[in-house]
């Protein structure tokens, strides 16, 4: 009986913050994970590809890729998929596709160069200029993307809208087949 009272006190007391977490949750991560992504997109698009500088620390088969094409396609999954993020559309392709990025940013520009332990790995997960790497933020954004890319956008979203309205039948849907036959 205490227990039944304690789980309908508990579930009284959190029931609105869960409701408004599906609304509020998940657009929290889509602004902040937009915000920084459009940045990253805008000074792309306004300054000049450094991608020729490290083409060679890209993964195979994107070292393969000519550096104009990789500028481009980093540039414009981040402005679209910024956007893209902010308004919740095509929300799981575009945090997957911006986690694929950001794995490839930590590889090519933000792992340390050089380090022989994991405690000199370690010294790398810095926001920093000072060497040693500085993957920290990147890791931060993709613990972000997870839960976009496995949960979707939450309710305050076109996705969710979308599929709200796909999921409801239409009016032909309604109609029954057998409605001409029926007597008027």
């Given at each position: 009986?205490?227990?039944?009272?304690?789980?309908?006190?508990?579930?009284?007391?959190?029931?609105?913050l869960?409701?408004?977490?599906?609304?509020?949750?998940?657009?929290?991560?889509?602004?902040?994970?937009?915000?920084?992504?459009?940045?990253?997109g805008?000074?792309?698009?306004?300054?000049?590809?450094?991608?020729?500088?490290?083409q060679?620390?890209?993964?195979?088969?994107?070292?393969?890729?000519?550096?104009?094409?990789?500028?481009?396609m980093?540039?414009?999954?981040?402005?679209?998929?910024?956007?893209?993020?902010?308004?919740g559309?095509?929300?799981?392709?575009?945090?997957?596709?911006?986690?694929?990025?950001?794995?490839?940013a930590?590889?090519?520009?933000?792992?340390?160069?050089?380090?022989?332990?994991?405690?000199?790995?370690?010294?790398?997960?810095?926001?920093t200029?000072?060497?040693?790497?500085?993957y920290?933020?990147?890791?931060?954004?993709?613990?972000?993307?997870?839960?976009l890319?496995?949960?979707?956008?939450?309710?305050?979203?076109f996705?969710?809208?979308?599929?709200?309205?796909?999921?409801?039948?239409?009016?032909?849907?309604?109609?029954?087949?057998?409605?001409?036959?029926?007597?008027?």
């Open positions: 009986m205490m227990k039944k009272n304690f789980q309908s006190l508990l579930s009284r007391a959190l029931g609105p869960d409701l408004l977490g599906l609304w509020l949750g998940m657009l929290s991560l889509r602004l902040i994970l937009g915000w920084e992504f459009f940045e990253s805008l000074e792309k698009y306004r300054g000049s590809n450094w991608f020729i500088d490290i060679d620390s890209f993964p195979f088969p994107l070292s393969l890729v000519p550096t104009e094409i990789s500028w481009q980093a540039t414009w999954f981040e402005l679209i998929g910024a956007l893209a993020l902010v308004v559309l095509a929300t799981r392709f575009f945090s997957v596709s911006l986690i694929v990025l950001t794995v490839v930590i590889l090519s520009v933000h792992w340390p160069a050089d380090w022989e332990s994991l405690a000199d790995l370690l010294r790398g997960y810095a926001i200029d000072q060497g040693f790497g500085n920290k933020l990147p890791a931060i954004f993709i613990a972000m993307l997870l839960p890319a496995l949960m979707g956008p939450g309710r305050l979203s996705d969710h809208w979308l599929r709200h309205r796909l999921e409801q039948p239409s009016d032909q849907a309604d109609r029954p087949l057998v409605a001409a036959t029926e007597p008027r």
